[in-house]
């Protein structure tokens, strides 16, 4: 574990009682955090949780109606300059430049912070070194996978040296082999001191790097800590996951049954019953005279948390 600052006066971002409304609805609701050097903050939560919109405050992109958002000493949006040069940002989608190369993005988007042509180019073939593009400094984006665009994004995020980098799910849409290397990158990063604020939905990619995680869910926070305490904080160490041909249209009804007794907590999702126990013996060994079932005995994880937290039920975009 990274070492911490424990005062909030050494956090590079704390905000402050947030809250957010357009029209009738409270999208950010009363939301207070803090984030200090070299640490990461995971944001998790349902679609249209808040997520974005707190991430859009932070960078003073939208101004909340209430609390209010420090970093580094400085008010946003009041000194939004002065804290945006040392803020990174890598969005939910991508905005790289089409007709620029991988190069000519770092460099026009270095000389928006005001530095000098010079300083940019003595930068960019470390920054393409880091994201593995060293070989592809004169292609243009169009010509890139979609992990090596998320690179060059993260990699443009970095020209300014920022202290906090603000990621709005930077590994979506990527094969399994580029969010390892991304989640390399971002170590490397925490290693250096930086500190990384970010929302993801993917809770091993929450487990694998984020200190501390936040909850929330209808812009409020239901939950805060290390992954690890918070499964052992709300969940039952042991989970089994029952499913087989014979639970077509029937999971619900072995939810009630007799291995009911045997678990803490049953939850149906479609075709598979989830028991959550203290003890998973027991009820493994009564399964193993259902020949007809099949079971998966596993240890509580994020997933478990996010879904007994916030619902299994699916949500739209707000």
Known sequence: MRARMAAMSDAFLECHQLVKRYGEATVVDDLSFAIHPGECLGVIGPNGAG?????????????????????????????AHAIKTQVGVVTQFDSLDPDFSCAENLLVFGRYFG??????????????????????????????????????????????DPRLLLLDEPTTGLDPQARHLMWERLQQLLQQGKSILLTTHFMDEAE???????????????????????????????????????????????????????????????????????????????????????????????????????????????
């Not at 027991?282 to 937290?309: C, G, I, V, W, Y």
């Open 51 to 79: 997520k974005t919109t707190t991430l859009r405050m932070c960078l003073g992109l939208s101004r909340p109606d209430s609390g209010h958002v420090q970093a580094f000493g400085l008010r946003m949006p009041q000194d």
């Open 115 to 160: 530095m000098k042509t010079a300083d940019i180019r003595a930068r960019i073939p470390g920054l393409l070194e880091f994201a593995a593009l060293s070989h592809k400094a004169d292609a243009k984006p169009g010509q890139l996978s979609g992990g090596m665009r998320r690179r060059l994004s993260l990699a443009r995020a970095l020209v300014n």
């Open 208 to 318: 694998r790097l984020c200190d501390r995680l936040l909850v929330i869910d209808h812009g409020r926070k239901i939950a805060e800590g290390t992954p690890r305490d918070l499964i052992a904080r709300h969940l039952e160490p042991d989970v089994v996951e029952v499913y087989g041909a014979n639970l077509d249209g029937q999971a619900q009804a072995l939810s009630t049954g007799p291995l009911r007794a045997l678990a803490s907590r049953v939850e149906v999702s479609g075709e598979t019953v989830f028991f959550y126990t203290k003890d998973a013996a027991p009820l493994m060994q009564a399964l193993a005279h259902e020949h007809t079932l099949r079971s998966l005995h596993r240890p509580a994880n994020l997933e478990d948390l996010f879904l007994k937290m916030t619902g299994r039920q699916i949500r739209e975009d707000a």
